[in-house]
């Protein structure tokens, strides 16, 4: 199995929006709606922010979305905060009934 | 509030197996399934497997003929053992919880190094 295709990193002010794409294929992202998201900051353990593409875990803040489009989904942090800088991680269920990680996504607060 | 410790080596030796171990507090192992995971230095996860509240595990495929996962109910712990160890199995080792197709509770992780 692949690994799934999300940007190295991305970038946004303050206040700002940004998105993060993650890329599988139909065996993957495109056949469930089992994806989620992770946040990791240095040195920690990933955080649970976003289950079944778009569902919230108690306690995350609703700044964090999900969405799915076919093979991709997105993850989509509104009134970007400082402490939102971090590394994303997607994971999707497979057809193999395993599951698979995206690459990770540096996001940098400017 | 659950929480989950893994311990185990820091050092192993290429060609060895590595044994880990996670201690699960504040909740029952055996009404969850659990999970490993792992970082190499720098890199990103690596989803290892898991095991369900019935004892059935599904394996990466890509580690399948190495690794296995069991659960001890009665010391309330989770257990990795991944054989022949090199270099490339350097990681920071994750236990997780498995729960609604999240992980959603996680160990602070352990550093394995593959050295001689």
């Known amino acids: 199995q692949s690994a799934l295709t999300q940007p190295a990193s991305v970038s946004g002010s303050p206040g700002q929006s940004i998105t993060i794409s993650c890329t599988g294929t139909?065996?993957?992202?495109?056949?469930?709606?089992?994806v989620s998201w992770y946040q990791q900051h240095p040195g920690k353990a990933p955080k649970l922010m976003i289950y079944?593409?778009?569902k919230w875990p108690s306690g995350v803040s609703t700044r964090f979305s999900g969405s799915k489009s076919g093979n991709t989904a997105s993850l989509t942090i509104s009134g970007l905060q400082a402490e939102d800088e971090a590394d994303y991680y997607c994971?999707?269920?497979?057809?193999?009934?395993?599951?698979?990680f995206g690459g990770g996504t540096k996001l940098t607060v400017l | 509030q659950v929480q989950l410790q893994e311990s185990g080596p820091g050092l192993v030796k290429p060609s060895e197996t590595l044994s880990l171990s996670c201690a699960v507090s504040?909740?029952?192992?055996?009404?969850?399934?659990w999970t490993w995971i792992r970082q190499a230095p720098g890199k990103g996860l690596e989803w290892i497997g898991y095991?369900?509240?019935?004892?059935?595990?599904t394996y990466n495929p890509s580690l399948k003929s190495r690794v296995i996962i069991l659960v001890d109910t009665s010391k309330n712990q989770v257990s990795l053992r991944l054989g022949s160890m090199t270099a490339a199995d350097t990681a920071v080792y994750y236990c997780?919880?498995?729960?609604?197709?999240?992980?959603?509770?996680w160990g602070q992780g352990t550093l394995v190094t593959v050295s001689s």
């Open positions: 997780a919880r498995y729960y609604s197709r999240g992980f959603d509770y």
């Open positions: 504040g909740g029952s192992i055996s009404s969850f399934w």
């Open positions: 095991i369900s509240n019935t004892a059935t595990t």
């Open positions: 139909s065996s993957d992202v495109g056949g469930y709606n089992y």
């Open positions: 079944d593409v778009s």
């Open positions: 994971i999707s269920y497979t057809t193999s009934y395993t599951w698979v």
